[in-house]
């Protein structure tokens, strides 16, 4: 069977040698020195200001929404993973969906100024699949009207824009370091901001508000992780420059072996460097779509609908039109990809796409 992903796992006795150290010290979460590690490494990795770990993506876009003290609307896109949208309703907010551009699959900024109301108070837009988002034309819309910059930044490990993070734009990014991510912590996520006042502030709504031992400053959450996901995380870190190698010629092999395959690509963005997390692949239609997906499926192989339905469908929302990515979402099929996935395996996969178009 082949999954659309499988998380990495490092050699056991890696894994055992923290154990170890977590034993011996007897500290088990709570801010501890792997977590502190983890943090310094990954700070030094990304090549980041400031940086919190946190327990997943989702409560990284949550504190985020709190810390900024957002209300009202929130712009947003609507191909994107469920927790994007889900954060911004669980704080309390209206998810206002500007559609998406065709070619990027991100939120397109000629859209956002349209959804802007007095009610308007950010942006929250998904760097999709790693792609960065059109950042100067969001970052000018956001000056021109005061608005406050979220990028959900999940997929976007490794990934470099002129040069830089791309975690360093806007008031704050968030990523997600899930199991089924590029790099991962097994759960856990990351704050990045480019305030130090911002980070003391997150670093206090991630432990509930302490602030002394014996007293508050303001209302928290427990957003902490512990030392066995940084244990996962320090030890999976050694592996990141071999992963993000080998993940660039297995996007790059599925490319050339699927030439014959009429399909289209996510353009990425320019200035770039990009991670290669997703295999994404547009289909000319849903009906090609869902014939090659029954094809791997017989064959033991289950590639995933990544994102479908769009968001602005979602029940418990309000209903808005956003044509574009109801169309993307309806047309595109992220295939297999992951650091285990073998050159065997990438060809049986093609070969029966292009089965499955020409018959
Ligand atoms: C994975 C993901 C999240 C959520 O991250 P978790 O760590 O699973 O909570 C949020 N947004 C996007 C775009 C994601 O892909």
């Not at 490092?10 to 979460?29: G, M, Q, R, S």
């Not at 295999?279 to 090609?288: G, H, V």
């Amino acid at each position: 069977m082949i999954q659309v992903t499988t998380p990495f796992l490092p050699p056991k006795e890696e894994f055992n040698a923290y154990i170890d150290k977590i034993w011996d010290k007897n500290w088990l979460t709570n801010n501890g020195p792997l977590l502190n590690e983890l943090e310094l490494e990954l700070k030094d990795y990304l090549g980041l200001e400031h940086f919190l770990y946190v327990n997943n993506g989702t409560t990284a876009l949550q504190l985020a929404i709190k810390a900024l003290k957002l209300k009202g609307e929130i712009i947003t896109t609507p191909f994107s993973f469920i927790a994007t949208t889900s954060a911004i309703v669980w704080e309390n907010c209206k998810p206002v969906f500007a559609d998406i551009d065709a070619n990027t699959y991100n939120i397109d900024p000629n859209k956002i100024e349209g959804c802007i109301t007095d009610n308007t108070s950010a942006i929250l837009a998904t760097h999709v699949f790693g792609n960065p988002c059109d950042i100067e034309a969001i970052e000018a819309i956001a000056q021109k009207h005061n608005l406050r910059i979220i990028y959900d930044a999940a997929h976007c490990f490794g990934v470099k824009y002129k040069g830089k993070s791309v975690l360093e734009y806007g008031d704050i990014s968030t990523i997600s370091f899930h199991a089924t991510k590029l790099y991962h912590t097994t759960e856990g996520g990351g704050i990045v901001t480019q305030s130090p006042e911002l980070t003391h502030k997150l670093a206090k709504l991630r432990n509930f508000g302490f602030k002394t031992a014996e007293s508050f400053d303001g209302v928290g959450i427990n957003g902490k992780n512990s030392e066995f996901h940084s244990a996962m995380g320090l030890c999976n870190l050694k592996y990141a420059d071999e992963i993000l190698t080998k993940r660039k010629d297995q996007f790059k092999y599925y490319q050339l072996k699927l030439e014959n395959l009429d399909i289209s690509y996510q353009a990425i963005y320019k200035d770039t460097m990009y991670n290669y997390a997703y295999f994404p692949i547009l289909f000319k239609s849903e009906e090609a779509l869902l014939k090659a997906k029954s094809e791997l499926e017989l064959n033991w192989i289950y590639p995933r609908r990544y994102f479908y339905p769009s968001l602005s469908n979602l029940d418990y929302i309000e209903k808005q039109k956003t044509p574009i990515s109801d169309d993307i979402s309806k047309h595109i099929l992220c295939l297999p990809l992951y650091h285990q996935l073998t050159y065997e395996e990438q060809d049986f996969i093609c070969r029966i796409l292009l089965r499955a178009q020409n018959n």
